[in-house]
């Protein structure tokens, strides 16, 4: 009898010591599934060193696949916008969703004529990627971005960014 209920013991534990492995590997397996795969996390994000950008250039950037103007103003007669403009200790940047807030054509930078103009429907934005002439709605948009150190990181949101967005409320990014 005794023999019988230690078997019985052996069996109930080992069953449940498998079952419990199994259900460990299971819920690992399933992690692996639902989490979003690294590619898809990289895309996620762009890092951009703003610190490489001298003054006066004007670079685009990809993030999520739309374009993204960074253009650096200072020591520059470029017009300055303290709701705008991004700053990193001295230096100004206007960083902005390169896609037109009309009916989303990528506006061209005339540096000659200080400002932004789509070619679809001739809508006009100034250095501060505010809308001045034409059919565009708005401003082009910010979008959410946390500087650390001299990078900014496209897709996250830091302080200088949320308070930005904030006056900006037509923002849509
Ligand atoms: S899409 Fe730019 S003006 Fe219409």
């Not at 397996?29 to 989490?35: C, E, G, P, S, Y």
């Not at 103007?69 to 969703?97: M, S």
């Not at 709605?137 to 904030?166: F, H, S």
Request: aromatic fraction near 10%.
């Amino acid at each position: 009898m005794a023999i019988e209920k230690s078997r019985r013991d052996f069996l109930g534990l080992a069953f449940g010591s498998v079952a419990a492995v199994g259900g460990v590997l299971a819920l690992g397996a399933m992690k692996a599934t639902w989490d979003p795969m690294p590619s898809v996390m990289a895309a996620g994000f762009t890092t951009v060193d703003l610190s490489k950008i001298k003054p006066g250039e004007f670079k685009t950037f990809v993030w999520r696949g739309k374009p993204i103007f960074v253009f650096r103003k200072d020591h520059t007669d470029f017009k300055k916008c303290d709701n705008r403009d991004t700053k990193l200790g001295e230096k100004d940047f206007l960083v902005v969703i390169g896609l037109c807030t009309h009916l989303g054509c990528i506006p061209d930078w005339f540096p000659d004529k200080k400002k932004f103009i789509c070619a679809c429907h001739g809508g006009e934005y100034d250095a501060c990627a505010i809308n001045t002439f034409g059919p565009p709605p708005r401003p082009l948009d910010i979008p959410p971005y946390k500087i650390t150190g001299t990078k900014m990181v496209l897709g996250e949101q830091g302080p200088q960014n949320k308070a930005l967005i904030a006056k900006n409320p037509t923002n849509k990014a």
